[in-house]
């Protein structure tokens, strides 16, 4: 059963391109990095780190220090009702943790093809707007007001 506390990873370039995935499971359903962590007691920072690697093999300790933030804001949300059977009964609502990650201008890209079918790296405006989840846009936005 997944748990209920979840984080979401924007990813970003220095130039304000936002990566963005699609997932497999449902077309045109564009999102930054998101996963739930493994156990109560997983620390959000790796549980971020390792969402990141299993979605676009993006290794975070190989970036530099620093390049993992915590966005320090939660949120909490409606679990979708088709989803739902992943979760113990009852569960309905999901806490999720915001992250930002600066990577290089270079920075590859490798999907989970079970998990996702195609990447784009798009202006944060464009980015945030093309998100299936308002909350994943407000991330974006979020992220780029601080800057």
Known sequence: MKIPISVLVVIHKSNGEVLLIERADKANFWQSVTG????LDEDLGVAAAREVLEETGIDVD???AG???NMRHQIEYEIYPQWRHRYAPG???NAEHWFSLLVPDDTQVQLAPREHVAYQWLPFAD???KCFSRSNGEAILKL???H
């Open 91 to 93: 569960v309905t609502r």
């Open 36 to 39: 739930s962590v493994d156990s």
């Open 67 to 69: 390049s993992l933030q």
């Open 127 to 129: 980015a945030a707007s």
């Open 144 to 146: 780029f007001s601080a």
């Open 62 to 64: 190989s970036l530099p």
